[in-house]
């Protein structure tokens, strides 16, 4: 779908110098001489890459839709993931560094992601957004340590270093953010 350079938005994937792009940043500017335009900050879905561009409204930019499908984590050999299809069973394998090394540690057997997919290809996998783990090692509660805000350090059962208030001990079961890793609560 064809839209105009003034109509780009962060996170939108555009087909740009035939090859995908997500917008990380856009900035509409109206200078003083000459039409306003939109400089756009993009990122390269293949390879990482950024680029500053501009468009101006009468730019037309082809706006691309990711297919998102679930998949079901099965499991880690080596370097490579592998993921079924919920609905054909067919089987994808993903290197770990697609994923990202400390993403990867979050996964789990059975566990349901979504990957975003452009012509077959994938590009990018989305993580629920709470695990629940195990602490596997953290330190003794500390008696008169009552202040509102305080964390201590604690191995997850993934390997995963986070913070915990000090009421967590070994043992318990927790609830973790997979973006950054952060306590959100105990589980039920």
């Known amino acids: 779908m064809k839209i105009n350079g003034n109509e780009i938005r962060p996170g939108n994937v555009l087909m740009h110098q035939d090859t995908l792009w997500v917008a990380v940043k856009t900035d509409h500017v109206k200078p003083g001489k000459g039409g306003a335009f939109a400089q756009v900050e993009l990122k ?13 409204a009468a730019d037309k930019v082809e706006k691309v839709r990711l297919e998102q499908k679930d998949y079901t984590f ?6 490579m993931l592998t993921f079924m299809d919920a609905e054909t069973y067919e089987q994808i394998e993903l290197q770990t560094d697609f994923v990202g090394e400390e993403r990867a540690s979050y996964l789990t ?22 695990v629940t783990l195990e602490v596997a090692d953290t ?3 500390v008696k008169g340590q009552t202040a509102a805000n305080s964390y201590k350090p604690a191995i997850l059962s993934n390997g995963v270093r986070s913070s915990v208030p000090p009421f967590v001990g070994v043992g318990e079961k927790i609830i973790v953010a997979t973006e950054d890793g952060s306590y959100v609560k105990r589980a039920d």
């Open 74 to 79: 099965l499991f880690a050999s080596d370097d």
């Open 109 to 130: 057997d059975g566990m349901t992601v979504v990957v975003e997919s452009h012509e077959e290809r994938p590009i990018g996998i989305s993580l629920p957004q709470h």
């Open 139 to 141: 330190e003794p509660v």
């Open 44 to 56: 390269n879905l293949l390879d990482g890459r950024k680029l500053n561009e501009r468009f101006r």
